[in-house]
């Protein structure tokens, strides 16, 4: 019996994993955020932005990526992020 449910249930909770690793991935993408970061640098480099614009994004930024970092290391034990 337990070999039957295994069996008829392995591709719903495959899909399952699936999508939950491609949510966290999306949900705590480091890359993008140290793209913005350099997007927000760059802003302020060539005067698009001021300072006190600038630092508070780029303080935004920093958290969103410290916050993501550790969310992403914690859940790395549980779910496999493909690249």
Same mark, same amino acid.
């Given at each position: 019996?337990? %070999? #039957?449910?295994?069996?008829?249930?392995?591709?719903?909770?495959?899909?399952?994993?699936? #999508?939950?690793? #491609?949510? &966290? +991935?999306?949900?705590?993408?480091?890359?993008?955020? +140290?793209?913005?970061?350099?997007?927000? +640098? #760059?802003?302020?480099?060539?005067?698009?932005?001021?300072?006190?614009?600038?630092?508070?994004?780029?303080?935004? %930024?920093?958290?969103? %990526?410290?916050?993501?970092?550790?969310?992403?290391?914690?859940?790395?034990?549980? &779910? &496999? &992020? +493909?690249?």
């Amino acid at each position: 019996m337990f %070999l #039957l449910d295994d069996i008829l249930l392995w591709p719903i909770t495959n899909v399952v994993d699936v #999508l939950h690793s #491609l949510a &966290v +991935q999306e949900m705590y993408d480091t890359e993008s955020i +140290q793209s913005d970061l350099k997007e927000n +640098q #760059l802003l302020y480099e060539i005067g698009e932005r001021d300072e006190a614009e600038y630092e508070r994004e780029r303080a935004r %930024l920093e958290s969103e %990526l410290d916050a993501a970092e550790r969310a992403r290391e914690r859940l790395s034990d549980k &779910v &496999v &992020v +493909q690249r």
